[in-house]
């Protein structure tokens, strides 16, 4: 079944302590792409990445970082979480550049303390 | 991307058509009309797109007007399942690498 997956699915965590959320996807995607979820705000890109070891900023990429060695792997991590970056995280991918048929994943919610 | 709006909400008789508008009204030739759904807390979901012409799918039919400034997203035979927030996207097929934008959406909530 063609999918996006993203664990861990819940996660509650202190600020400071290191965290990796990782994503995979089984389409033979290229383009890759981070979202979070905020009350009122909507969803607002991350990082996204074009292919393999092509990664660029989106709107809100402060205290993030991802990497793409693979095609299918897409993490995301955050190095030092604070509060503020309590949220509920997308992964998507899609087969074309900046691609409009967009996949989602499930979805993760981060709770730091 | 063009500027879209959507009712906040709406409701819909289980069985019954759900016809969801979304006006669109400074599209641009190039842009291209898509719809979206969000599922309480889930992952959004795309349904359908088109630039011009009705399209429909297994799940949807897509009504664009002939100038193109308004749309109808219309779900044939709603089922509870189709409670969700709808988001209507319009952008430039392949429109670089800026993630998509989603308003406010409307929540189209099915009564049984």
């Known amino acids: 079944e063609a999918q996006v997956t993203q664990n861990p699915r819940y996660l509650i965590t202190v600020t400071g302590k290191k965290l990796t959320v990782t994503c995979s996807q089984n389409m033979n995607h290229e383009y890759m792409s981070w979202y979070r979820q905020d009350p009122g705000l909507g969803l607002r890109q991350i990082y996204y990445s074009m292919n393999v070891e092509v990664t660029d900023k989106g709107d809100v990429p402060e205290g993030y970082k991802v990497s793409r060695k693979e095609k299918r792997n897409f993490p995301l991590i955050l190095e030092s979480p604070s509060p503020n970056q309590t949220s509920l995280y997308f992964c998507?991918?899609?087969?074309?550049?900046?691609?409009?048929?967009?996949?989602f994943g499930p979805g993760t919610r981060l709770t730091v303390l | 991307d063009a500027k879209t709006t959507q009712p906040t909400s709406m409701d819909c008789a289980e069985g019954r058509a759900a016809n969801l508008p979304c006006n669109h009204s400074?599209?641009?030739?190039?842009?291209?009309v898509y719809w979206y759904r969000q599922i309480h807390s889930q992952g959004p979901q795309y349904i359908i797109h088109?630039?011009?012409n009705n399209e429909t799918n297994e799940m949807a039919s897509l009504i664009i007007t002939e100038d193109r400034k308004s749309s109808t997203l219309i779900l044939p035979h709603a089922t509870l399942r189709d409670t969700a927030v709808y988001y209507c996207i319009v952008r430039v097929a392949g429109g670089g690498a800026d993630g998509l934008t989603f308003g406010k959406g409307t929540h189209l909530i099915i009564q049984p």
């Open positions: 400074t599209i641009s030739g190039n842009e291209y």
């Open positions: 088109g630039l011009k």
């Open positions: 998507a991918s899609s087969f074309a550049t900046g691609g409009d048929t967009q996949y």
